[in-house]
């Protein structure tokens, strides 16, 4: 059974940092492709970064760029979020993914709140 759970969410003032994790299980975790989106609500789903099986190469949106950063450690099954310098429009549940071209896997998603 394939487990992606999300952690690190929380409450922070405008200006402060966050560091995201989803732990993965039950799958082969080194030949995924790994993503971070995020929902506010209201919205559509958004990308916010990808990271390739390896970690070699990664890409972010635009409007994501310069205050994210996404990692990967596969000895630890464990994909980050790094979130700086974090804005009020940044509120959203953040989900975790997994992806390649046999199917994907979304975690539950952790909430993180950006509000003085």
């Known amino acids: 059974q394939v487990q992606l759970v999300e952690s690190g969410g929380g409450l922070v003032q405008p200006g402060g940092s966050l560091r995201l994790s989803c732990a993965a299980s039950?799958?082969?975790?080194?030949?995924?492709?790994m993503s971070w989106y995020r929902q506010a609500p209201g919205k559509e789903r958004e990308l916010v970064a990808l990271?390739?099986?390896?970690?070699?190469?990664?890409n972010y949106p635009d409007s994501m760029k310069g205050r994210f950063t996404i990692s990967r450690d596969n000895a630890k099954n464990t994909v980050y979020l790094q979130m700086n310098s974090l804005k009020p429009e940044d509120t959203a549940v953040y989900y975790c993914?997994?992806?390649?071209?046999?199917?994907?896997?979304w975690g539950q998603g952790t909430q993180v709140t950006v509000s003085s």
């Open positions: 993914h997994a992806y390649r071209r046999s199917g994907s896997y």
């Open positions: 039950g799958l082969s975790f080194s030949i995924y492709n």
């Open positions: 990271i390739s099986t390896t970690g070699g190469s990664t």
